[in-house]
């Protein structure tokens, strides 16, 4: 049997490029009289830009600490023992980069092992232990407080979660045992299955409290002192924390039955984590809890090497990195500054898109629209925006009164125009329209103003072909709803020059945008991608496929919401426009479904009526629809939707749409939500041997978003 320092020896040696935590330990007389205390700080060396991460040398490091503090609670040399981290940081977790590299199961299983042994003696020390969660705290860093026998949380804590599930994995070192018998079932399974599914949700600091998790809050200017404070009193007897008897009745099972209900609803079955994770609480139940830490450690192996967490583990690496460093983007040094953004149009689209400059930018911004009866609604809309953020208390009334102050709506493009540096245009998807503003809009604008459109598939080149400074125009394609998508298609017309490029993307990182580079062709990435995939749905459909047959088809992949539904929050006007563009630039490829078109011109608004609370095809809808006699099995269509993507992907590829086939999956998971389990799309057409069956060859190398070989 190998020992924990044998073991984390073993897994560092796979791992030599970990950035390694350190666990200092210093002693002090706590307050009030209360005796000799040992206190544990996590600190990797680094500033809180750089998270303190849980690798193997760390948990060797922490094993080492205990050791000694082991010794002075056996020798009565100490009361007790706390754990906390550096400045805004408590600890983020086991560090992925070491889980890439493993290749074999014993390794995965030695990490699992590793981690569990170390935290576990925390428990059986002599004296309490006490956990100080004094700023951000994730996966193993919310695991070793867990294991604690008392917790404090500071009120200024931005982030607390049990993320692994979103990443493929499930809370592996004590998360899915010791959370439910702390707070619950109920409790446990929001914050490890549903917060995870949902876009990774986070806790702040009273959010964790109000859940049990931790037993005491105090403000973030004087945490550790407070903290200790209240550990003296605890000590001495003059605090007793009482905590709420757990429910391992009936509510255990429906907890855990709930669960299972929110990962069908959002993976479909598609992605083994949440469902690992549930069978671990569900076993929680009885209360044994090695018998948990043991499947904890078979599940965490299993999925380290499963494709899913590979994917996962890119996904998050093309967000957090990539991201941020969009490739092929101009030297930002190019850029030009923004102190004025004037947007033509006061619709809906172009009403968010005020409100986003006006946010992240804080310059007057000014729109301008046909008449002013229309400019009113659209100033009017961020202000009420605004006045929303202000009933949330996500600002206060001086910064409200400013932001106001600063968006404003004439008739005149001159006037709102003149001294504009960016000015973006919203309006009608029609290239004879988008010309003419444009044309308007150069007239009256400074010679260096970026000219932006936020076409979603027309072509830049051709918007800018008829003025005198096409080096200026830029595609600038926001996705809806503007304050939730994060991606921003950024589109090199045929002349854009360097600096306007530059300033694109100087005002998307700005606005907080994951900025792409796009080449300026028919509907770039996401539509162009949504649509052949939308399209083979809908041939199958007009062949004779029944609706609900080609919808459940793609349920395994376990995206966000089923096609057709996706086209109702589009619109099926639109859909119908980028269907019909894409079909006169590829009309062997894109088709524009007869249905679709009876559906727009029948002025409907999706396919589906809403009355029991389901969705459930529209009667009317069904008179409509005109299908062939050609009926394929849910495989089938599965089959003929995936090889149409991969093969428009290779396509793309070979175009040079993008830089490389992760900029495409950047594109998905950001622009149209796609899942992190599929990294996107390549990985899991990789996975599945799709894109060897359709384009001779895999988009990304083996080991890349998959177990090395």
Same mark, same amino acid.
């Given at each position: 049997m190998s020992t924990t320092a044998e073991l984390l020896k073993g897994a560092a040696e796979l791992f030599p490029g970990e950035v390694v935590t350190q666990a200092h330990v210093r002693h002090f007389d706590l307050p009030l009289g209360a005796g000799r205390f040992a206190l544990i700080t996590l600190d990797n060396g680094h500033d809180h830009t750089k998270p303190t991460t849980l690798g193997p040398q760390s948990l060797a490091n922490i094993d080492a600490a205990i050791d000694q503090v082991e010794k002075e609670a056996a020798d009565g040399e100490i009361v007790g023992v706390g754990v906390t981290g550096k400045p805004f940081i408590f600890a983020v977790g086991a560090d992925l980069k070491g889980v890439e590299l493993l290749k074999r199961h014993e390794d995965a299983l030695a990490i699992g092992k590793g981690g569990h042994d170390v935290f576990k003696r925390l428990a059986k020390l002599a004296v309490p232990t006490f956990a100080y969660y004094n700023g951000?705290?994730?996966?193993?860093?919310?695991?070793?407080?867990?294991?604690?026998?008392?917790?404090?949380?500071?009120?200024?804590?931005?982030?607390?979660?049990?993320?692994?599930?979103?990443?493929?994995?499930?809370?592996?070192?004590?998360g899915c045992t010791l959370l439910p018998n702390l707070i619950g079932a109920e409790k446990a399974v929001s914050v490890i299955i549903e917060n995870s599914l949902n876009q990774n949700r986070q806790l702040k600091g009273k959010q964790v409290y109000e859940l049990g998790i931790a037993d005491a809050l105090f403000e973030g200017a004087d945490f550790l002192e407070q903290s200790l404070i209240w550990t003296a009193s605890v000590l001495k007897g003059e605090i007793t924390v009482e905590r709420p008897a757990i429910d391992r009745g009936e509510a255990w099972d429906q907890a855990v039955a709930k669960g299972r209900f929110v990962a069908?609803?959002?993976?479909?079955?598609?992605?083994?984590?949440?469902?690992?994770?549930?069978?671990?609480?569900?076993?929680?139940?009885?209360?044994?809890?090695?018998k948990g830490y043991d499947a904890e450690d078979q599940a965490l192996a299993d999925l380290i090497m499963g494709g899913e967490l590979r994917a996962g583990i890119y996904a998050f690496n093309l967000v957090q990195k990539r991201g941020k460093r969009p490739a092929g983007a101009p030297d930002k040094s190019l850029a030009r500054p923004v102190t004025?953004?004037?947007?033509?149009?006061?619709?809906?689209?172009?009403?968010?898109?005020?409100?986003?400059?006006?946010?992240?930018?804080?310059?007057?911004?000014?729109?301008?629209?046909?008449d002013q009866e229309r400019i009113d609604k659209g100033v009017g809309y961020v202000h009420s925006e605004i006045d929303k953020l202000l009933g949330k208390g996500r600002i206060n009334q001086d910064k409200a009164n400013r932001l106001k102050a600063l968006v404003t709506g004439v008739l005149d493009k001159a006037e709102?125009?003149?001294?504009?540096?960016? %000015?973006? *245009?919203?309006?009608? !998807?029609?290239? $004879?329209?988008?010309?003419?503003?444009?044309?308007?809009? =150069?007239? #009256?604008? @400074?010679?260096?103003?970026?000219?932006?459109?936020?076409?979603?598939?027309?072509?830049?080149s051709e918007m800018a072909s008829k003025l005198q400074h096409p080096e200026r125009v830029v595609g600038f394609h926001f996705f809806n709803p503007v304050a939730v998508l994060p991606l921003l298609e950024i589109v090199r017309g045929e002349k854009t020059d360097d600096a306007s490029l530059a300033t694109a993307f100087g005002v998307a990182k700005k606005l907080k945008k994951t900025a792409v580079l796009v080449k300026d062709a028919p509907a770039f990435v996401v539509n162009r991608i949504l649509t052949r995939f939308m399209g083979e749905i809908q041939n199958v459909i007009?062949?004779?496929?029944?609706?609900? %047959?080609? *919808?459940?088809?793609? !349920?395994?992949? $376990?995206?966000?919401?089923?096609?057709?539904?996706?086209? =109702?929050? #589009?619109? @099926?006007?639109?859909?119908?426009?980028?269907?019909?563009?894409?079909?006169?630039?590829?009309?062997?490829?894109?088709?524009?479904?007869?249905?679709?078109?009876?559906?727009?011109?029948?002025?409907?608004?999706?396919?589906y009526v809403y009355d029991s609370g389901k969705p459930e095809l529209d009667p009317e809808v069904a008179a409509l629809l005109k299908q062939g006699d050609t009926v394929l099995t849910e495989e089938q269509v599965r089959d003929r939707v995936l090889d149409a993507v991969a093969q428009e992907i290779g396509l793309m590829l070979d175009e040079g749409v993008v830089a490389e086939a992760q900029d495409i999956d950047l594109c998905l998971i950001t622009g149209?939500?796609?899942?992190?389990?599929?990294?996107?799309?390549?990985?899991?057409?990789?996975?599945?041997?799709?894109?060897?069956r359709v384009n001779g060859k895999r988009f990304l190398e083996p080991g890349v978003a998959s177990v090395p070989a």
């Open positions: 951000a705290a994730m996966g193993g860093g919310v695991e070793i407080g867990l294991h604690c026998t008392y917790r404090t949380v500071s009120a200024a804590l931005p982030a607390f979660s049990l993320p692994e599930v979103f990443l493929g994995l499930v809370p592996g070192w004590g069908d609803s959002k993976v479909h079955g598609a992605a083994p984590a949440a469902y690992r994770a549930l069978d671990i609480i569900a076993e929680a139940k009885a209360g044994d809890l090695q004025k953004v004037g947007v033509v149009g006061a619709g809906l689209m172009a009403s968010q898109l005020a409100l986003l400059f006006l946010r992240r930018l804080e310059v007057p911004v000014v729109l301008t629209d046909i709102g125009f003149a001294d504009a540096d960016f %000015v973006i *245009e919203a309006v009608f !998807e029609e290239m $004879g329209v988008k010309q003419q503003v444009f044309a308007e809009v =150069e007239a #009256v604008a @400074p010679a260096h103003a970026i000219l932006a459109t936020n076409t979603s598939s027309l072509s830049v007009d062949e004779g496929t029944p609706v609900e %047959v080609a *919808e459940k088809a793609v !349920e395994p992949l $376990g995206l966000p919401m089923s096609p057709l539904v996706l086209l =109702e929050l #589009v619109g @099926p006007a639109i859909g119908l426009h980028v269907s019909e563009t894409l079909n006169r630039a590829f009309p062997d490829r894109f088709t524009v479904s007869p249905n679709l078109k009876a559906v727009v011109e029948a002025g409907k608004r999706g396919f149209a939500g796609w899942p992190f389990h599929l990294g996107g799309i390549t990985p899991y057409l990789d996975r599945e041997g799709v894109s060897e």
